[in-house]
T-cell receptor
Framework: EDKVVQSPLSLVVHEGDTVTLNCSYEVTNFRSLLWYKQEKKAPTFLFMLTSSGIEKKSGRLSSILDKKELFSILNITATQTGDSAVYLCAGNRDDKIIFGKGTRLHILP | DAGVTQSPTHLIKTRGQQVTLRCSPISGHKSVSWYQQVLGQGPQFIFQYYEKEERGRGNFPDRFSARQFPNYSSELNVNALLLGDSALYLC?????????FGSGTQLSVL
């Protein structure tokens, strides 16, 4: 059965810290790995990763995919209180997208 | 440009009732998918439609059904509501493999 597992489930850090969020996946007919940020209701798109070893970067956020180890990480440097949210990882197999439970990140001022 | 719009935003129903949720995708997006998100969990895939055809279905009972219209908008129907159907229902339209979500419909079943 397809599954996506995120760790840790919850994380509390101080503003300015760097965090690494983990995502492992077992998805048949895998196409891509997606990261989303969910603050209230609508998850907002962060990254789509299709190739191994190529880092995607947007400001203080970056992500990389390892298709051999079936693993992805999301890094956030110099965290700010506005980064507090649930971060969702998802595996895309074209006919469906499987989400993990998310990592709840709380940034202390 | 308008994003994905869902209606209603909140809904309260009683057990046994039926509910219809509506979704309008981003203009130009032909694929719509539905997700159920229970508090503390990630979104669970329910259906995916592309060009009015069902392309995928998650592990949900037959009480859940959906359709997509010629203008690519979509409806999700849930019959014989159970307390466990209480959740945030998210709709997403997709383009080039990326999902864009609406703000969801919060359904409470009493």
């Amino acid at each position: 059965e397809d599954k996506v597992v995120q760790s840790p489930l919850s994380l509390v850090v101080h503003e300015g810290d760097t965090v690494t969020l983990n995502c492992s996946y077992e998805v048949t007919n895998f196409r891509s790995l997606l990261w989303y940020k969910q603050e209230k209701k609508a998850p907002t798109f962060l990254f789509m990763l299709t190739s191994s070893g190529i880092e995607k970067k947007s400001g203080r956020l970056s992500s990389i995919l390892d298709k051999k180890e079936l693993f992805s990480i999301l890094n956030i440097t110099a965290t700010q209180t506005g980064d507090s949210a649930v971060y969702l990882c998802a595996g895309n197999r074209d006919d469906k997208i499987i989400f993990g439970k998310g990592t709840r990140l709380h940034i202390l001022p | 440009d308008a994003g994905v719009t869902q209606s209603p935003t909140h809904l309260i129903k009683t057990r046994g009732q039926q509910v219809t949720l509506r979704c309008s995708p981003i203009s130009g997006h032909k694929s719509v998918s539905w997700y159920q998100q229970v508090l503390g969990q990630g979104p669970q895939f329910i259906f995916q439609y592309y060009e009015k055809e069902e392309r995928g279905r998650g592990n949900f009972p037959d009480r859940f059904s959906a359709r997509q219209f010629p203008n690519y908008s979509s409806e999700l129907n849930v019959n014989a509501l159970l307390l466990g159907d209480s959740a945030l229902y998210l709709c997403a339209s997709s383009f080039a493999g990326k999902l864009f979500f609406g703000s969801g419909t919060q359904l409470s079943v009493l």
